[in-house]
């Protein structure tokens, strides 16, 4: 594969940072691009100029609801709209009962801190919870087996593991947990706008993610899909006006609850982010998720191999189908590395042990390669 199956020119030319910058932090922060900067336009000039357009608002946070849904093959009412990725986790930990025999959380080592936070603090509600070991910067399905049991009452497992970009099997883990009579909830924040996801056929119960990373978005806004069917079964101690039948009924002594994925959502929307995640996500679902995957995949074989050849150390997995676009590199003082590229107008993420390079659609082999010479070159000096 030399070029993606789409106009990478036309695609590069609505992303102004790359006049002068090689961003490869995709799994932190995507670039800003013409369309979300004008949508942020968008909504500054609707209250500047009206005041206030609340019904509008509204619909744009509906529509960025059904951007969402799109993207992962789903319907808009199964998806709810949250603030973070904590909150999506917390409101759907709230809805659970942890006073039975069933009240075991299994986790995998490989949540992000916050989700496993989350779980923990459903320990002072009867929740026990296990964790299921990544080691080698991965986690291995004979280890959900040996924990998942008749007592687990959730799982949850990343689709794309932060630290090495490694992807769990999510339909595998699925077929564990329900085996076992458990749920399956999926923080897909590091995947999701990389590659086609379709959350029904995944068999996960619960998927949430964040709107900064490959979604080209930015902080504020959230999604969480619940299956079909299973939101009418909660009821999130974490609730708020919005999850009601009638947000406005304006009864405070009253809790109905709305139907379906909505009864997640909380207080006033997040509109302003929401004017931005719609463009965003609609961008990628014109262009389309299979052709952004095998872009994406096609670089983050070229960060390994390229990392490879120069003798670096690769963390996790480097088979393509168990990666998303995020490579691992291994290195000693990763943040000062990461500070040291960025003086070079190379954007990587340092976490840890680790630089992680993550090529988006919009990237380019060369991209990938002047990062992975600089990257090379800085750790000569600095090791
Ligand atoms: C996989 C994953 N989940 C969750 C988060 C944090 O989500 P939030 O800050 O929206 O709660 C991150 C942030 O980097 C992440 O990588």
Not at 22 to 30: I, M, R, Y
Not at 143 to 150: G, S
Request: glycine letters at 8%; hydrophobic letters at 45%; one cysteine or more.
């Amino acid at each position: 594969m030399t070029s993606p199956s789409f106009d990478l020119d036309a695609v590069r030319a609505e992303i102004p940072l790359l006049r002068t910058h090689v961003p490869l932090n995709n799994c932190s922060q995507a670039p800003q691009s013409r369309a979300t900067r004008a949508a942020a336009d968008a909504y500054l000039s609707s209250w500047n100029d009206t005041g206030m357009d609340w019904d509008a608002w509204l619909t744009e946070t509906d529509a960025a609801r059904s951007e969402f849904a799109a993207l992962i093959g789903a319907e808009a009412e199964d998806v709810a709209v949250a603030t973070s990725v904590s909150q999506a986790t917390a409101s759907v930990a709230s809805g659970l009962d942890y006073s039975g025999d069933r009240h075991r959380v299994v986790a995998s080592g490989a949540e992000f801190p916050t989700v496993g936070h989350v779980w923990l603090a459903q320990e002072r509600f009867g929740a026990e919870v296990h964790w299921v070991p990544a080691r080698d910067g991965r986690v291995r399905l004979e280890d959900y087996e040996a924990v998942i049991d008749e007592r687990t009452l959730i799982v949850s497992a990343c689709r794309g593991y932060y630290q090495s970009g490694f992807k769990q099997d999510v339909a595998a883990i699925a077929d564990i947990a329900h085996a076992r009579g458990a749920l399956l909830y999926v923080d897909a924040y590091q995947t999701m706008g990389s590659e086609t996801f379709d959350a029904v056929a995944s068999g996960a119960d619960f998927v949430a993610s964040g709107n900064l990373k490959f979604l080209m978005g930015i902080p504020g806004i959230a999604f969480l899909w619940v299956r079909p069917g299973l939101a009418d079964r909660l009821q999130p101690a974490i609730t708020g006006w919005f999850g009601r039948d009638d947000p406005f009924a304006f009864d405070p002594t009253r809790l109905d609850w709305a139907e379906g994925a909505r009864r997640l959502d909380l207080g006033t929307p997040p509109i302003f982010a929401a004017f931005v995640a719609r463009a965003g996500m609609q961008w990628l679902n014109r262009i389309g998720l299979d052709a952004i995957g095998a872009w994406t995949s096609h670089l983050g074989q070229r960060c390994v191999e390229g990392a490879l050849e120069r003798g670096l150390t690769v963390l996790g997995p480097t088979a393509p189908e168990l990666k998303a676009p995020t490579t691992a590199i291994v290195c000693e003082g990763s943040h000062a590395l990461e500070s040291a590229l960025r003086e070079q107008r190379i954007l990587v993420s340092a976490r840890g042990p680790v630089i992680r390079l993550a090529p988006h659609f919009y990237n380019t082999v060369a991209d990938v390669d002047r990062a992975l010479d600089e990257l090379a070159s800085q750790m000569r000096i600095t090791g």
